[in-house]
Antibody, heavy 122, light 108 residues
């Protein structure tokens, strides 16, 4: 079935790095742009980053620009988020999301994963 | 940075109409989208491109947008509609996504 499954979350110390993965299945991954969205405990949703379907363009929220890198491997149907210089305020559930209603890169989401929790704490 | 503003909470009785607003300076030129999130679950798209309803979303959910304000309307709200609702759009550059702060809808 059509789904996104995130992995790679866990507890990490401030200043360290972590890489999240999002495995896609049930649709042609290489045809769709992909996003990361996060949600701090008890807080609202925050858009984090987007990557074009072919990897040609990437954009980031100001809060993570220069520290996080979004990438994808279309041969493995997998999206990544490399998170460096992590801070306590990066603690959140990280969701990967996409719009698969039409091919290409779209700025909204009709398919979400279940999320993976990242906790930044010493 | 660009912001979308929502009321923190809205409360209605079952069967009444709930309206949740979202204001943002770029909304005259950018679409608004609405997400429903129930506790412990991933968000679900309930309205896209201001007023379109995805398949599987009940007809009681509708959306509109005028000027700098978008509105999600739930006509005849039901107890199962209790959730957090988030508006979403992009900034004027079109290169950053932005969520509103969320509105907790209580139906009781």
């Amino acid at each position: 079935q059509v789904q996104l499954v995130e992995s790679g979350g866990g507890v990490v110390q401030p200043g360290r790095s972590l890489r999240l993965s999002c495995a896609a299945s049930g649709f042609t991954f290489s045809s769709y742009g992909m996003h990361w969205v996060r949600q701090a405990p008890g807080k609202g949703l925050e858009w984090v980053a987007v990557i074009w379907y072919d990897g040609s363009n990437k954009y980031y929220a100001d809060s993570v620009k220069g520290r996080f890198t979004i990438s994808r491997d279309n041969s493995k149907n997998t999206l990544y988020l490399q998170m460096n210089s992590l801070r306590a305020e990066d603690t959140a559930v990280y969701y990967c999301a996409s719009c698969i209603a039409a091919a290409g890169t779209h700025w909204y989401f009709d398919l979400w994963g279940r999320g993976t929790l990242v906790t930044v704490s010493s | 940075s660009y912001e979308l503003t929502q009321p923190p909470s809205v409360s209605v009785s079952p069967g009444q109409t709930a309206r949740i607003t979202c204001s943002g300076d770029a909304l005259p030129k950018k679409y608004a989208y609405w997400y429903q999130q129930k506790s412990g679950q991933a968000p679900v798209l309930v309205i896209y491109e201001d007023s379109k309803r995805p398949s599987g979303i009940p007809e009681r959910f509708s959306g509109s947008s005028s000027g700098t304000m978008a509105t999600l309307t739930i006509s005849g709200a039901q107890v199962e509609d209790e959730a957090d609702y988030y508006c979403y759009s992009t900034d004027s550059s079109g290169n950053h996504g932005v969520f509103g702060g969320g509105t907790k809808l209580t139906v009781l």
